[in-house]
């Protein structure tokens, strides 16, 4: 199983065929098992303008497992995370990137993503990044 973030789902409904774009579409022709977290799946559901792009949105995701935020040690875990890579000098833009780290550490899912954020977590934890 692998997880992948929302800056990786919008290149590839977007078609834009990025490095992690084709890496996703590849392992969706190999039918490999993929992963959301309920952050993800926020964040792909809040930038569409019509409900026509939302139900598409659901569907192209709809073989997905969700990883949740599991209570509120997730919610410290991330806290933590947050305040670790500011103390090793990465600055984390969303606090939300944190909250998808979590998930997916506790988890032990790795993490497909686009976004530089996630390799500053990467570095100050157990995140497996793709």
């Not at 192209?60 to 969700?66: E, F, K, N, P, V």
């Not at 990883?67 to 670790?84: N, P, T, V, W």
Request: proline letters at 2%; aromatic letters at 4%; hydrophobic letters at 45%.
């Amino acid at each position: 199983m692998i997880a992948v973030d929302s800056s990786v789902w919008i290149n590839h409904l977007r078609g834009l065929g990025t490095r992690k774009d084709l890496l996703l579409d590849q392992h969706l022709q190999e039918g490999s098992t993929l992963a959301i977290t309920d952050v993800v799946y926020m964040e792909l559901l809040k930038g569409p303008a019509s409900s026509a792009e939302i139900a598409r949105i659901k569907l192209r995701i709809a073989q997905t497992s969700i990883l949740q935020m599991a209570g509120l040690e997730d919610y410290e875990f991330a806290a933590e995370l947050f305040r670790k890579a500011r103390m090793q000098g990465h600055t984390i833009r969303r606090s939300t990137d944190c909250m998808i780290a979590a998930v997916c550490i506790r988890e032990g899912v790795p993490l497909l993503h686009d976004d530089a954020d996630f390799d500053g977590i990467a570095d100050v934890s157990e995140l497996q990044v793709a």
